[in-house]
C-alpha cells in the first residue's frame, strides 16, 4: 500500500508541475494572442456578393479602351474583390492620363446577394501648382558619340525646358535648348493646343560637308537653326488623333557669306492606334502614323518643298514573349534643308552602319524595315532599309544585332552590318532618341 501511495504521490505532484508549466506559458502567450487578433483585417461586406454589372458614370465609354472595357466585365459573375476593383481604377486613371478622379462604389443589385460596382469618373481640378519632374535620355553610339537631353517639367505637364546636345536622328548634332508648353484639354477633352521653342547650334561630320559641295542642288548647311512651332490637336476617337500646326524655321548660314533663310511650313499628322486581344492570352498592338510638312511660299517661306513620311508599328506578345515589325518609307518633293532629308544608322534603323557610311547628305526617298524578337530582356533584331535621291544609285544595306532591352527605349545592343569587308560591330547603350 505505502509503494501503491507514493507512485500515486508522485505522479499528483508531476501533474501539478506539468499545469503549472502550462497556466505560466498561457499567461506569456496571451498578450501576443490578443495583439493578433487585433490585427486581422476588416472583411469587407460586400467581397461576400457576386458581381451582378460594372458601370462606367461621368465619362463617354467611347474614351476607354476596348483592352479596359473587356477587363472590367471580368468582374461580372464572380465575388467582389475591393483590392481589385481599386487596382482596376487606378488602371483606367493611368489610361485617360490622370485627367479625373475616380471613386469605387459598390451598390445593391437587382437579384439577391447580388451587388454593381460603379466607377463614377469626374474631371480632376485644374489648378497649376509646382510639381517638378525630370526626364533624361543619354545614348552612346560607338561610331556616332553621346546623345544626351535633360527636360525639366515644373507645372503638372503643361510646360517643359530641356537642353539638349544630340546626334543620333538627324545628319547634324544639335547643342541647344527646347522649350514646351502642352495645354492636352483646351474648353474640350478632343481639343489640345501645343508650343514647341527650339533653338540649337549645329556640327556637321567632315563627310558632309565634302559631300555637299558635289550637290549643288542641295541646301547648304549652316550653324544655327531656331523653331517656333504652334499646333491644335483633335482627338476624335480614343484610338484616333488628329493635329495641324505650323513650323516657322530659321537658319543661319555662313558660307559663301553670313545670311538667314527661312522654312516655313504648315504640319499635319495623323495617327491610329489600338490594341486587341487574341485568345490564348496573344495581344496585339497596332500603331499607323502619317506625318505631313509642306514649306511654301504662302508663309513666305525661302524653301519650297513638300515632306511625306508613313510609319507602321506592330507588336505581338505573350507572357514573356514579343514580337516586333516596324516599317517607314518617305519621300520629299522639292529643295529641302538638311534637317528635314532622311538618314538611316542609328539607334533605331540599320543598326549595324554608321549613318555617315550609308549617305552622309541623307536622301529625298527612304524605305526602312525591322524585325524584333524579345524574350524578357534579350532581344535580337535584323534590319534591311536604304535612303536615295532620284537618278542617284545607293544599294539596299542589311543589319542584324543582338542585346538587352529593358522596356521599349533602353537598351544595350551590338550591331553588325551585311557586308564583305569592314564588318566592324557598332556597339550601343542608352536611351533610343
Known amino acids: 500500500m505505502n509503494c501503491l501511495r507514493d507512485g500515486t504521490d508522485i505522479a499528483f505532484h508531476q501533474g501539478m508541475k506539468n499545469t503549472h508549466i502550462l497556466m505560466f506559458l498561457f ?38 479602351s476596348e483592352d479596359l472595357r473587356e477587363e472590367a466585365q471580368k468582374f461580372v459573375g464572380r465575388k467582389y474583390n475591393a483590392q481589385l476593383a481599386n487596382e482596376f481604377a487606378e488602371k483606367l486613371r493611368e489610361q485617360l492620363k490622370r485627367r479625373y478622379t475616380i471613386d469605387v462604389k459598390v451598390d445593391k443589385g437587382q437579384k439577391p446577394e447580388h451587388v454593381r460596382i460603379l466607377f463614377n469618373i469626374n474631371k480632376a481640378p485644374r489648378n497649376v501648382t509646382l510639381n517638378l519632374k525630370s526626364t533624361i535620355k543619354g545614348l552612346y553610339h560607338s561610331k ?44 474640350t477633352d478632343f481639343l489640345g493646343f501645343h508650343i514647341d521653342f527650339e533653338s540649337y547650334h549645329q556640327s556637321f561630320d567632315d563627310a558632309t560637308i565634302t559631300a555637299l559641295r558635289e550637290r549643288a542642288d542641295i541646301p547648304a548647311f549652316y550653324r544655327a537653326r531656331q523653331n517656333f512651332a504652334p499646333s491644335l490637336t483633335f482627338h476624335p476617337t480614343q484610338n484616333l488623333t488628329l493635329s495641324a500646326g505650323l513650323s516657322f524655321q530659321r537658319l543661319q548660314h555662313q558660307y559663301p ?60 506578345s505573350r507572357n514573356k514573349n514579343r514580337f516586333y515589325a516596324h516599317f517607314k518609307g518617305g519621300i520629299i518633293g522639292g529643295a529641302a534643308p538638311l534637317f528635314e532629308r532622311f538618314s538611316l544608322g542609328n539607334s533605331t534603323t540599320l543598326r549595324g552602319w554608321n549613318k555617315f557610311d550609308v549617305s552622309s547628305i541623307g536622301g529625298s526617298r527612304v524605305a526602312h524595315g525591322s524585325l524584333e524578337y524579345r524574350y524578357g530582356i534579350l532581344e535580337v533584331f535584323y534590319d534591311v532599309g536604304a535612303v536615295w535621291d532620284p537618278g542617284k544609285y545607293n544599294p539596299v544595306r542589311h543589319g542584324f544585332g543582338f542585346g538587352l532591352a529593358f522596356g521599349k527605349n533602353l537598351c544595350v545592343s551590338l550591331a553588325f552590318p551585311v557586308r564583305l569587308h569592314n564588318v566592324a560591330p557598332i556597339f550601343m547603350i542608352g536611351t533610343r532618341f
Request: negative net charge.
Open 27 to 64: 499567461v506569456l502567450l496571451l498578450p501576443a494572442g490578443l495583439y493578433a487578433d487585433d490585427q486581422k483585417p476588416d472583411v469587407n461586406i460586400n467581397e461576400r456578393y457576386i458581381v451582378e454589372r460594372v458601370e462606367f458614370e461621368g465619362i463617354d465609354e467611347s474614351k476607354i
Open 257 to 316: 557669306s553670313l545670311y538667314t533663310a527661312t522654312a516655313y511650313a504648315g504640319t499635319g499628322n495623323l495617327q491610329y492606334s489600338n490594341d486587341f486581344a487574341l485568345r490564348d492570352g496573344y495581344k496585339q498592338t497596332l500603331a499607323v502614323t502619317y506625318n505631313l510638312r509642306t514649306a511654301t511660299d504662302v508663309l513666305d517661306s525661302d524653301y519650297i518643298y513638300t515632306r511625306h513620311l508613313w510609319k507602321v508599328d506592330y507588336e505581338l
Open 144 to 187: 556616332q558619340g553621346f546623345s544626351g537631353l535633360l527636360e525639366v517639367v515644373p507645372f503638372q505637364d503643361h510646360f517643359a525646358f530641356g537642353i539638349v546636345s544630340e546626334a543620333d536622328r538627324l545628319l547634324e548634332r544639335n547643342a541647344g535648348y527646347l522649350i514646351r508648353f502642352r495645354q492636352p484639354t483646351l474648353g
